[in-house]
């Protein structure tokens, strides 16, 4: 079965840095947009980064200069370099895939079961 195999996430300090990283497992066809979300207790889950099928990164407002996101074996993996983290960055942060399973095929979301990022003292 196909699935989104991630990494990282821990607890690190206000002002720290953390990677993240995901990567497709399984056969497929190609791969879209992949990225990242998040989720806070209590509130939506929300998008912090992604890497679009035209090559381009899209970041969340919040995130913009302090998080990098990166793309490699044609969107099949992508890493999220986290850099000056504050206390508001703690949240599930859940991986995401638009994929195409085989040619002609529909596209499909697919998510990996999520890393918990908390940033705290």
């Known amino acids: 079965q196909v699935q989104l195999v991630t990494s990282g996430g821990g607890l690190v300090q206000p002002g720290g840095s953390l990677t993240l990283s995901c990567a497709v497992s399984?056969?497929?066809?190609?791969?879209?947009?992949m990225g990242w979300y998040r989720q806070a207790p209590g509130k939506e889950r929300e998008l912090v980064a992604v890497?679009?099928?035209?090559?381009?990164?899209n970041y969340a407002v919040f995130v913009r200069g302090r998080f990098t996101i990166s793309s490699s074996n044609d969107r099949r993996m992508v890493n999220l370099q986290m850099n000056s983290l504050k206390p508001e960055d703690t949240a599930v942060y859940y991986c995401?895939?638009?994929?195409?399973?085989?040619?002609?095929?529909?596209?499909?979301?697919?998510w990996g079961q999520g890393t918990l990022v908390t940033v705290s003292s």
């Open positions: 890497f679009t099928s035209g090559g381009s990164a």
């Open positions: 995401n895939a638009n994929v195409v399973y085989r040619y002609n095929a529909p596209p499909t979301e697919i």
């Open positions: 399984g056969r497929i066809f190609s791969t879209n947009a």
